[in-house]
């Protein structure tokens, strides 16, 4: 009888050392596949990539106006269900240039420079979807309409319902949808006839009970799909209501925070809860595309470099710590703002797009929460006003943000 000989790979013809060595490779992997489960969930955790989606933007919606709780319903949604940043500010007090900052992914100084190829609607129109919009701004209308697959512009509140309706049952026979909704009506100042508080307020008060029932109406039109719905709402310039009487121009934070929240119909992989981070509209165009996966890491790479959009996805799963935004850029056609939690530095504008520290003020958001008191009306610039003027400088001069010129005529 001829008895076998051991193979090469019995263990009982391995040396300890290879053991240990063995032992030591094994226990690389393990903490490398359990590494991998902690950053980053399974596919069982992620939002379904050819979900439709729906974005609300709304001027004149500032964040005190509704609580989210009674958004989330607006929205069809639990709050259970929502994600809501508190912390959210507008990218203008301009309702155009807010409208295309969340569409470009960035903060838009010239309002004809059209969104390029890499931002949301190209993009998601290259992933396969069928892309809407839905407007009553006739400006961004005229700038936006052939990026999209199919674009209306409407004449009053009922025909944005009725139109968005409309369109949502075409593009959803179609396949996945992106539908954008931009509400201005609601945009419009009230400071013609008054600057009384009260009465900003009672008139504020009943445009805004008639904008949530518009937003409600669309909302449910656009439920019917048999595919989830990721759903977003975010506010555009509320409305000034007596806190600054004579510079109601300004970007004071009243006029410029605004909600922000997402959520998702039909399905329950979307995180959810308050997301304390100081963020910008800007920021839901890459948002929506991570959630998507529909961006590479090198481009992940480039928020807030060559962009001031920065993806929310991160933060919301909560694979890194600290802040999304550390400052936030924020513009119209007369000023700039350099935003920190505890900051505010106001630049007025000349053109092209410059900024002198002589017409600059600065605001203690800590202790003056109403930016009642400019701190350099009493002195020269310290060295934080100094640190954000600067730093707001170097960013206007950056070639891909410079606009011809703040006065943007023809809007």
Known sequence: MIESQPSATDPARWSPREL??????????????????????TDTARIPSMADVVVLHAAGLRAD????????????????????????????????????????????????????????????HASGYVTSLVTDS?????????????????????????????????????????????????????????TAASELKEAHSKRLAFLRGVLAQISQATSRSSRPQLIALVGSSGLELGEHPDDTESPFDPHLRVPFILGLRSASTLPSGIQPGLIQSADLAPTLLDLLDRRSRAEKQQDDKMRRGRSLEASTHGWVEGPVHDVLYLASAHHVVARTRDWKLISEVTEPWEIRRESSRLYSLSEDPGESRDLLSEGSMGPVAEGLFVDLQSWLLRPVTLAVSPTEKGR
């Open 138 to 194: 006739e400006a961004l209308h005229e700038r936006v309409a052939e990026l999209f697959d199919l674009a209306r512009r409407v004449s009053g509140p009922e025909q944005l319902v009725d139109e968005s309706a409309r369109l949502w049952t075409e593009m959803t026979d179609r396949g996945p949808s992106f539908l954008f909704v931009d509400v201005t009506f609601a945009g419009t100042p009230l400071h013609a006839d008054t």
């Open 20 to 41: 240990a060595a063995i032992a030591v490779l094994l226990a690389f992997l393990v903490g490398l596949i359990g590494l991998r489960i902690i950053t980053r969930p």
């Open 65 to 124: 106006s509704f609580s989210a709780t009674e958004l989330a319903g607006d929205l069809g949604l639990s709050f259970e269900q929502l994600l809501h940043w508190p912390n959210a500010f507008a990218q203008s007090s301009d309702p155009l240039r807010s409208s295309l900052s969340l569409l470009s992914g960035d903060l838009v100084l010239d309002l004809d420079r059209q969104p390029g190829p890499s931002t949301l609607v190209p993009r998601l």
